[in-house]
């Protein structure tokens, strides 16, 4: 059975710093990893999607690495802004279900 | 384009009530998905068709949920009657294809209160 965990539950970090969220699995025989974004009582955003042939994958700010044979990936947020703050989660996809890990609170101050 | 789209947003209901939740998935994706998240939890899978096709509801409590896609397009989850342990957000996603390497996309929940 697919288990993700997330270090750490939360976080607080000061505006600009740079910051690393972590993911484990205990399957390595995925197809793929998501990174989502979730605003207190709204849904999922998608904000990066790792193919398992791939190592990782950037947008903007966001940089998600991904590490198949030791079942880790990182999300590394830089320069944080305040509108960061939100809990993100990562999913891992095997050949029958997207499984979640229960995320990371994120909270960027002022 | 338009995301998935769920109705309602929100719905607070008193226990041994029934409730319906409503999905549209994007248009041209086969695959629909309902899961349910806890607070302070990720999502768990409840149910995915393929086209009106259920095939996989392992997860799905069949003496109180059922679930429907008789066009094989939008969906609708049916919990009844409602106990207090069902308050949470009920999620839709859909994709292509059922194939693993497929994008999920989430709509925005329905939040649910039993009281």
Redesign the interface.
Known sequence: KQE?TQIPAALSVPEGENLVLNCSFTDSA???L?W?RQDP??????LL?I?SSQREQTSGRLNASLDKSSGRSTLYIAASQPGDSATY?C?V???????????TRLQVTL | EAGVV?SPRYKIIEKKQPVAFWCNPISGHNTL?WYLQNL??????LI?YENEEAV?DSQLPKDRFSAERLKGVDSTLKIQPAELGDSAVY?C?SSLGA???N???????T?LTVL
């Open positions: 993700v995925i197809y793929n998501q989502f009582g709204k849904g999922l955003t998608s999607l193919q989660l999913a996809r095997t050949a029958s279900k997207l499984t979640f890990g229960t995320g | 769920q998905y302070g939890q990720g999502p768990e899978l995915r996989d999620l996603a194939e693993g390497y994008e999920q996309f989430f709509g925005p929940g939040r």
